[in-house]
């Protein structure tokens, strides 16, 4: 009970080591190779589907580009990936398959909601 007191008087005028995530995100310290939120070139995305057979968690979908995006290009790609991050566990292997790598998983922590559809990246 002692230690447990000085422990106390010692922590009172310290510095939180936690923070009011997420309004404050300084001070979090993501380490280096820290995975978060992808981003995804989309041009240079070629549809080929290995990011979406390849994900464990099978959170990454294949939508139909519109015909605007489809009169954009100059390939034959018909389908491009969409990520739904609240499944995701942030493995990176959508990252290390895409062979024109387009995918890239920032540092960036997806800001907490019960709204799912915040959560998507296309
Ligand atoms: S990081 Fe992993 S779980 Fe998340 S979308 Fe990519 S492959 Fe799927
Ligand atoms: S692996 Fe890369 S190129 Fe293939 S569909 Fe996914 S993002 Fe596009």
Redo the contacts with the bound molecule.
């Keep these: 009970m002692k230690l447990v007191f000085i422990e106390l008087l010692k922590n009172l005028f310290n510095k939180p080591v936690t923070v009011n995530f997420p309004y404050e995100t300084e001070g979090l310290n993501r380490p280096e190779r820290y995975r978060g939120i992808h981003v995804?070139d989309q041009e240079k995305?070629?549809?080929?589907?290995?990011?979406?057979r390849e994900c464990p968690v099978e959170v990454i979908e294949m939508v139909p580009l519109t015909p605007e995006e489809k009169a954009k290009r100059k390939d034959k790609k018909k389908f491009k990936?969409v990520f739904h991050l609240a499944g995701c566990i942030f493995c990176g292997v959508?990252e290390d398959?895409?062979?024109?790598n387009?995918?890239n998983l920032t540092n960036n922590i997806p800001n907490p909601t019960e709204n799912t559809s915040e959560l998507v990246v296309a």
Excluded at 45 to 52: E, K
Excluded at 97 to 100: H, I, K, L, M, T
Aim: with cysteine; proline share 12%.
């Design positions: 995804v995305c070629i549809g080929c589907r290995r990011c979406a990936p959508c398959v895409c062979p024109v387009c995918i």
